[in-house]
């Protein structure tokens, strides 16, 4: 069983930063074989793609709202994700979640991903 721990969130003014990490467990394959992939999500509004990255490939995306402010890695030998947010804004204020694909194709897309973290809050105050 596969799980995903989420942790690094908190509340930031504008213009901070964080680093959310997840920490993958439980997997049966090689991590290489796994694309990883954030996403975030307001009460009220519909899930949003943030960021992904593929083990092996190290081939990454990221969304238009991010792009140039976020850095999404891998530490292969923690299985570990991590996602550097900087120049924080109010509008990224969400909890953000961890997910995991068995492929090694990133995807933007929050159905093509089977396993999910907890998630961890993130609040940007202006």
């Known amino acids: 069983q596969v799980q995903l721990v989420e942790s690094g969130g908190g509340l930031v003014q504008a213009g901070g930063s964080l680093r959310l990490s997840c920490a993958a467990s439980?997997?049966?394959?090689?991590?290489?074989?796994?694309?990883m992939g954030w996403f975030r999500q307001t009460p009220g509004k519909e899930r949003e793609f943030v960021a992904s990255?593929?083990?092996?490939?190290?081939?990454?995306r990221y969304a238009d709202s991010v792009r140039g402010r976020f850095t999404v890695s891998t530490d292969n030998a923690k299985n570990t994700v991590n996602l550097q947010m900087n120049s924080l804004k109010p509008e990224d204020t969400a909890r953000y979640y961890c997910?995991?694909?068995?492929?090694?194709?990133?995807?933007?897309?929050?159905?093509?991903?089977?396993?999910w973290g907890q998630g961890t809050q993130v609040t940007v105050s202006s």
């Open positions: 997910a995991a694909r068995r492929n090694t194709a990133t995807s933007t897309t929050g159905d093509d991903y089977a396993y």
């Open positions: 439980g997997l049966t394959i090689s991590i290489l074989n796994y694309a």
């Open positions: 990255i593929s083990w092996i490939a190290d081939t990454t």
